[in-house]
Structure formats: structure tokens, C-alpha cells
């Protein structure tokens, strides 16, 4: 094997033994030092600055992070280390659960001083998919359901755990959150696990329950403080329950005789009659608001709606139908302490349903009715019967005209405000002298009918959406 030149390396600045090289690392560390010389000549960096913190007590650490808003206490500093995660887990005050394997073993150690609890999400079970092929799952917010093509209907129930589960959760935390103000979990078909909570949480006053039944109302009852409450009833094709699930009259009348403290009350996918709203009327006298939210119940229920003496706000949420038969208008009575009269996504394709509701809420002085079908001039010519409205918030009516908003308003000597939004039927260029004295005389006027000419007149000036021949010239 031939040597290396020797100048050759000498004139690259190495240096060079007697005998030449002895191996190659000697040929590798010739332009410099070795590369862990090279590494151990660069300086350290420099250590991290002390935690200020750690001189913190954990009461003064407590009070600065309290000054935080909740998204940053729940977000980038409870990351910051464990002491702040400990710390900011102590502050929080509302959770919203997803596991409930968190809830009996971790939620009491992690978050101590909860005062809101979810634990609704929590209690869905994980879809089951099948063995040899994939179903399709539909996902809408926490209820995930199984679809089978092959199936009538193809939608399948949602799985809940099982009702020992519920119990257990539930008396963990009637156990370890005492100070608990508002509650919202499914309702299992024993009552175990709500008694534990009526007894654990006597300060608790806003309950939620889902998946309700009329045994499963049992309970509430021993809620002596409870002012707030949701039910949402059990429903046969999504919740897999039997034909007699669900709440009924007797559901309704276990609740009045109950929760006679009761202030708000929102009843979902509810059945029933003239007897339950009665009941909920006689009982709860301290009753101010009700919701109603995609009810099946029987004919005559509107009536009933004249017992609720001290009822201040009715909302009808998503309603198919109002009342199928309403019966006489001389038997209807009246609500004379309602204030606000409210409709969402509800049909109000039925006349005689549309006038008895006016007849019993023709004391209120608001009205709002927001994306409803079937709203057109002749049906909104009945709330004329409302003749003390203040307020009339129209929003999503695509059936109103301007005339028909112009019949109805003008016949209303108190009105104070006027919201009109996305009923692109209602133009601008159709209001009338008698329509814009009425503008002049509110105190509050938002008027956005329709997209096209709010644009027109936001873009009135600068040269656009002529046509192309006038407003490009040739050259």
C-alpha cells in the first residue's frame, strides 16, 4: 500500500508523527480538533431562570390565577406545570364530562369545587361495530347511532351504559361535590342514583335530565331547592325504549306535586294532555317560564295553559303542530301575566291552532318568532289579537310581505321595536308613508329583510354592479 504524501500533508497544516500515520482517525483529526474537542469547547447553555412561583404560597398562587378569564385558566395555564394544573383544577367551577371511567375514579381528586357538572356526554355508550363488517355510524354532537341500510328504519337506538354504572356515578359525585348548583345526566330506570344526589347536593337548583320516563321522575321530588328544570323525554326510535316509555300525564303530575318551586320548566318530546299542564299550572305558582320543545301531546292541551297564573315567558321549540283540536275559543281562557310570546322552528300551517294560541298569550308584549313555515300574510294577520305588543322580532319568515308586516304593526298603538330580518319577501321599495311614520315613532328599528338590498344600498356610490357596457368604456 502506498504512504501518503507527506508534504502534501504537512502543507495542510497537520501534524505529522516520526513514522508517519498511525490510522486514519489520525488522518480525520488533522484540519482541526476532534469532533467531541470541538463539542466540548463550545460553552454550556445557560440553566433555566428559577420558577419566582415556588416563593408563592399555594392561597396567593390561587388568587392570581383567579384574576384569569376561563379560557386561559382552563387552557395554556393549567399546562404551565402539575403545581398549576392541581391549582387551576381547584378554580374550576363547570366541566363537561366524556368518560365516565373519569368520573368514579379521577373527576373528585381533579376538579374538587365543581359548582356545574355535565355528565350527559359521558353516559353514551361507544358504538358497537359489527364483527365481520364496518356499520356506519351517524355522529351528531355527543350520540353517535348505528345505520343499517337493511333495516326499517335504518337509524338504530343510542346505547346508553348500564343503569348500575349511572348509580355508581352518580353517588361518587353526590358524595364528593355537596356545593353542586346545576346537574345534567341520563336518568336510569331505578332511582338510586338520583336520590343520592337529591340527598348528597341540597344546594343543587338547575337539573337536566335526559332519557326520562315517568317512573324515572320519581325522584325530583326530593329536590328541595330545584327552580330550574329540563326533561327530555324518552323517545322509542332513539333511545330503544319500549312503546310505554316516555312521559306522560303521569309523569307531569309526579313533577307538579314535586317541584312546587319550580320557576323555568322546559319539557322535550313530552306527551300528555289537558290534565298534566293543568297539574304543572296548579302546582308550581311560582312557575315564570315554559318551554315546550317537540311535544306529542293530545288534542286540548292549550287550555290548559290558563292555570299557570304567574306565567311570564311561553316558548314553543320545534313543534310539528301546535294543538290538533284546541276546542272552543270561549273555553281557551287567557295567561294575563305573560310577557313574551316566543316560536322557533315550529309549523304554523293549522288556523284554528295559530288563533287559540293567540286568544290565551293576547296579554304579551313581546313577540318573536324565529324560522318558522307556513307564516304567511293571512296567519300573521292573527296576532292582531296581541294588542299591547311592544316588541316584534320577525327573523327567517320567507312567506311575510310587506303588507302583511304593514297590517299587523301598524294596528299596534304600543309598539316600541321592530326587528325584521331574512323574510326576503318584505321589500323596500313597498313601504308606504304609513310604514315609515310608524319607523320614525320606534325607539329601536333593525331592519335587514332582505340580503339583496341591504347590499344594494351598503355598495350605492362606488361604481359597482352596473352593467359591463356602462361601466367599462372603450378606449
Known amino acids: 500500500m502506498p504512504e501518503p504524501d507527506r508534504h502534501l500533508l504537512s502543507a495542510t497544516g497537520g501534524v505529522l508523527h516520526r513514522d508517519g500515520l498511525k490510522g486514519w482517525p489520525d488522518l480525520w483529526m488533522l484540519p482541526g480538533k476532534p469532533p467531541h474537542a470541538r463539542a466540548a469547547a463550545t460553552p454550556p447553555p445557560p ?7 415556588l416563593a408563592f404560597s399555594d392561597e396567593l398562587l390561587l388568587r392570581v390565577l383567579a384574576c384569569l378569564p376561563e379560557p386561559h385558566l382552563t387552557g395554556a395555564a393549567s399546562l404551565v406545570c402539575k403545581r398549576w394544573t392541581r391549582l387551576s383544577g381547584r378554580l374550576r367551577r363547570r366541566l363537561a364530562v366524556r368518560d365516565w371511567a373519569f368520573v368514579t375514579h379521577r373527576l373528585p381528586h381533579r376538579f374538587p369545587n365543581l359548582a356545574v357538572l355535565d355528565l350527559f356526554p359521558a353516559s353514551i355508550a361507544a358504538p358497537a361495530a359489527a364483527p365481520f363488517r364496518a356499520s356506519p355510524v351517524l355522529t351528531c354532537g355527543a350520540v353517535s347511532l348505528t345505520l343499517d341500510p337493511s333495516a326499517d328504519p335504518p337509524l338504530g337506538a343510542c346505547r346508553f351504559l348500564a343503569d348500575d354504572v349511572l348509580d355508581r356515578g352518580l353517588a361518587v359525585v353526590a358524595a364528593r361535590f355537596p356545593n353542586l348548583r346545576r346537574l345534567s345526566a341520563t336518568a336510569a330506570a331505578e332511582s338510586g342514583g338520583l336520590m343520592d344526589i337529591a340527598g348528597g347536593c341540597a344546594t343543587l337548583q338547575e337539573l337536566e335530565l335526559h332519557r326520562c320516563t315517568d317512573l324515572a321522575l320519581r325522584p325530583v321530588s326530593a329536590f328541595a331547592h330545584l327552580q330550574i328544570l329540563r326533561v327530555v323525554a324518552a323517545s322509542s326510535p332513539l333511545y330503544g325504549t319500549g312503546e310505554d316509555g316516555g312521559v306522560t300525564d303521569i309523569g307531569l303530575t309526579i313533577l307538579a306535586h314535586g ?5 323555568k320548566l322546559e319539557l322535550v318530546g313530552c306527551e300528555g294532555s289537558y290534565d298534566g299542564i293543568a297539574a304543572v299550572g296548579r302546582c308550581c305558582a311560582m312557575l315564570e317560564e315554559l318551554t315546550i320543545a317537540d311535544h306529542r301531546m ?14 311570564k315567558t311561553l316558548r314553543l321549540q320545534g313543534c310539528g303542530r301546535i294543538d290538533a283540536d284546541p276546542g272552543p275559543p270561549e273555553h281557551l281562557g287567557a295567561c294575563l301575566t305573560l310577557e313574551s310570546l316566543q316560536l322557533h322552528h315550529c309549523q304554523l300551517r293549522d288556523r284554528r291552532a295559530l288563533h287559540a294560541l293567540f286568544l290565551v298569550c293576547e296579554g304579551a308584549r313581546e313577540f318573536l318568532v324565529q324560522n318558522c313555515w307556513g307564516l304567511e300574510d293571512d296567519m300573521f294577520a292573527l296576532a292582531g ?19 302583511g308586516v304593514e297590517s299587523v304593526v301598524t294596528s299596534w298603538n304600543d309598539l316600541q321595536s321592530l326587528e325584521v330580518v331574512g323574510c326576503n319577501k318584505v321589500k323596500d321599495e313597498e313601504i308606504t308613508p304609513a310604514l315609515s311614520e310608524l319607523f320614525s315613532n320606534l325607539k329601536e328599528l333593525k331592519w335587514r329583510p332582505d340580503n339583496k338590498s341591504l347590499l344594494a344600498a351598503s355598495l350605492a356610490g362606488i361604481g359597482m354592479g352596473k352593467k359591463g357596457r356602462v361601466f367599462f368604456k372603450r378606449v
Open 47 to 53: 440553566p433555566p431562570p428559577p420558577d419566582q412561583t
Open 259 to 263: 317541584c312546587k318551586r319550580l320557576v
Open 298 to 311: 293530545d288534542a286540548g292541551w292549550l287550555a290548559a295553559l290558563a292555570f299557570c297564573g304567574n306565567l
Open 385 to 403: 289579537l296581541c294588542r299591547r305588543i311592544k316588541f316584534l322580532s320577525l327573523e327567517g319568515c320567507s312567506l311575510l310581505t310587506t303588507r
